[in-house]
Nanobody
Framework: QVQLVESGGGLVQAGGSLRLSCAASGRTFSSYAMGWFRQCPGKEREFVAHISRSGGITYYADSVKGRFTISRENAEKTVYLRMNSLKPEDTAVYYC????????????????WGQGTQVTVSS
């Protein structure tokens, strides 16, 4: 069982930066691939980035590639999402998720989810 708690969201101007954190409970954090997803009101949840269990492999949605960086610290049981050059269209609730096994851009294969953190980018 894994519990995930996101933090770090907030209001930022376009062009600004934020770093989201996702803290996990449990003793086997390193056994889980981690993903970040986001959802805007009235829209489906979309993939943002994922990272392998060791942190050696990362993958990004085209919409954030070159601007966002996913990383993890297994000793701290935390995964991060560094977001630079933010745009108004990045406004969403951001969720982290964990799955046993390999990472995936498909939200339906993730086993555990956090409660989400709001990111609002003003123009």
């Amino acid at each position: 069982q894994v519990q995930l708690v996101e933090s770090g969201g907030g209001l930022v101007q376009a062009g600004g930066s934020l770093r989201l954190s996702c803290a996990a409970s449990g003793r086997t954090f390193s056994s889980y691939a981690m993903g970040w997803f986001r959802q805007c009101p009235g829209k489906e949840r979309e993939f943002v980035a994922h990272i392998s269990r060791s942190g050696g492999i990362t993958y990004y949605a085209d919409s954030v590639k070159g601007r966002f960086t996913i990383s993890r610290e297994n000793a701290e049981k935390t995964v991060y999402l560094r977001m630079n050059s933010l745009k108004p269209e990045d406004t969403a609730v951001y969720y982290c998720a964990a799955r046993a096994g390999n990472p995936s851009p498909l939200d339906r294969v993730y086993d555990y989810w956090g409660q989400g953190t709001q990111v609002t980018v003003s123009s």
